[in-house]
Structure formats: structure tokens, C-alpha cells
């Protein structure tokens, strides 16, 4: 991170990506705190740079809605991962990341009882999984 940053401006793009790389590491590591203010300074710095609309506030704003979903707190889980997936729509082409985020949302949705919706995102996602070519989940 602070390499990033002396090198190319604390409001580089870069400096967000890392500071999610950084995210998900504290996430697998159930470091919870860590996690969610990592996640939130990357999209901070991500909607600063490139506007509440960037498309690559996706990733973060899945981490965000795992590390919430993981700490019990599904409404505002549901909250991030939704924002993902209408972001994540708005791309072209890039099927992976809208399957990530229906299927992230899906689990927060079905954790807080919203089964409807949930299947319905889950469904999507399983739709969409088919329509990558093998060697992107080999």
C-alpha cells in the first residue's frame, strides 16, 4: 500500500485496488475490523477518483458485503452487494464479475430470510457461471 502510494499518489486507482487486495486478505483471516475498514477506504478512494458510478467499485463493494455478511450484520450486507450488482450490470462483457456479485448478494438475501430475491440472484449467477468459457474456472 504505502509503496503505491509514494509511487503514484495515494489517489491512484492502484492504491484502491491494493488497499481490496488487503480486504480480502483480513476477511479470509476472519479479522474483521481490519477487513471492513480496508474495504471502505478502497471505495472511498475508488468513488473519489472515478465517481460513485465506477465499475471498479464492484470488487470492493463485494469484499464489503462479505466482511459484513460474516460479521452478522446482513441488511447492510445486502446493501453493498445490491450497489455491486447494478454496477456489475452496467458492464459489458465482463460476466464474471456481475456472476460474483448476483451470487454474493444471493447468500446475504437468503442469511436474512429474502428468499425470493435470493434464489432469483442465485439463479442468474449460475446462468451467467455457464456462459464463461471452461479455462476461466479451471
Same mark, same amino acid.
Given at each position: 500500500?504505502r509503496?503505491?502510494e ?7 486507482p492502484h492504491?484502491?485496488?491494493?488497499l481490496?487486495g ?7 483471516r ?24 465506477n465499475r ?9 458485503? !462479505?466482511? #459484513? @455478511?460474516g460479521? &452478522? %450484520?446482513? +441488511?447492510?450486507?445486502?446493501?453493498? =452487494?445490491e450497489r455491486?450488482?447494478a ?7 465482463d ?11 444471493? !447468500?446475504? #438475501? @437468503?442469511?436474512? &430470510? %429474502?428468499? +425470493?430475491r435470493?434464489?432469483e440472484? =442465485?439463479?442468474?449467477a449460475?446462468?451467467l457461471?455457464t ?8
Open positions: 500500500r509503496v503505491w509514494k509511487a503514484v499518489g495515494p489517489g491512484h492504491v484502491a485496488g491494493t481490496n488487503l480486504a480480502r486478505i483480513e476477511l479470509e476472519k479479522s474483521w475490523d481490519a477487513a471492513e475498514s480496508l474495504a471502505r477506504e478502497s471505495i472511498a478512494r475508488t468513488e473519489k477518483s472515478g465517481g460513485p458510478e471498479a467499485l464492484v470488487a470492493p463493494l463485494i469484499t464489503l458485503g !462479505r466482511v #459484513l @455478511l460479521r &452478522g %450484520r446482513g +441488511a447492510e450486507s445486502i446493501q453493498a =452487494l455491486a450488482v454496477l456489475s450490470e452496467k458492464m459489458t462483457g460476466f464474471g464479475d456481475v456472476a460474483v456479485a448476483k451470487y454474493y448478494a444471493a !447468500r446475504a #438475501l @437468503l442469511a436474512e &430470510g %429474502r428468499r +425470493a435470493g434464489e440472484l =442465485l439463479t442468474a449460475g446462468d457461471l456462459r464463461l468459457p471452461p479455462e476461466t474456472y479451471e
